[in-house]
């Protein structure tokens, strides 16, 4: 079952920050989040383990609550280049179906505008 | 730099017609998935292959979509017949850790179905 994120789409000033957020209905293992350019294939940004941890990716972090299922990627003081649509990925805890099977959700369209 | 390669890059075809679309994942890597992209559904799960092995193809529609691991350097996905609404990217992304690590995806096989 794919996650879902929020916002579909946002625009940003060159400067702002925005959240995109993602949920699960089942327990997780992992979320992962991507970004693809257009005509351009998705590329990794971070990966976030069971465990409630925080990273960073430049002046893009992420955050993961296992107990309430969800993610959040933080785009901060967002740059022209950090334009693209956005994916989460998630993979479901050991010993269910799901785990092992990274799906992901429709992605967020991030555009950033000078 | 070693990469996923995925041909053919662009495929347009009749509808009935038989559809091959072939995987090189990176050297090394023991984790294969096929995704397909479009824009209503953003990136769906068709199957995925560890070590080989099929552990999930549920995604695909089984009537006309087979997913194959002939050997370590080539994944394919066939479609048989073809149908307009098969026309979309699709996307084969490898890894080496499963689900639980950096994915590197291909540049994707466009298909048109007419």
């Known amino acids: 079952q794919q996650p879902v994120q929020s916002p579909q789409a946002v625009i940003l000033r060159e400067g702002e920050d925005a959240v995109i957020n993602c949920s699960s209905s089942?327990?997780?293992?992992?979320v992962h989040w991507y970004r693809q350019k257009h005509g351009e294939a998705p590329v990794f940004l971070m990966i976030l383990l069971k465990g409630g941890e925080q990273k960073g990716h430049e002046k893009i972090s992420a955050s993961f609550n296992e107990k309430k299922q969800q993610s959040s990627l933080y785009l901060t003081a967002s740059q022209l280049s950090y334009s693209g649509t956005y994916f989460c990925?998630?993979?479901?805890?050991?010993?269910?179906?799901?785990?092992?099977?990274?799906?992901f959700g429709a992605g967020t369209q991030v555009v950033v505008t000078p | 730099d070693a990469r996923v390669t995925q041909t053919p890059r662009h495929k347009v075809t009749e509808m009935g017609q038989e559809v091959t679309m072939r995987c090189q994942p990176i050297?090394?890597?023991?984790?294969v998935f096929w995704y397909r992209q479009t824009m209503m559904q953003g990136l769906e799960l068709l199957a995925y292959?560890?070590?080989?092995?099929?552990?999930?193809d549920s995604g695909m529609p089984k009537d006309r979509f087979s997913a194959e691991m002939p050997d370590a350097t080539l994944a394919t996905l066939k479609i048989q017949p073809s149908e307009p609404r098969d026309s979309a990217v699709y996307f084969c992304?490898?890894?080496?850790?499963?689900?639980?690590?950096?994915?590197?995806f291909g540049e994707g096989s466009r298909l048109t179905v007419l």
């Open positions: 050297l090394g890597h023991n984790t």
């Open positions: 992304a490898s890894g080496d850790t499963g689900a639980t690590g950096e994915l590197f």
């Open positions: 292959f560890r070590n080989r092995a099929p552990l999930d």
């Open positions: 089942k327990a997780l293992y992992s």
């Open positions: 990925g998630t993979e479901g805890s050991r010993g269910t179906d799901s785990w092992g099977k990274l799906q």
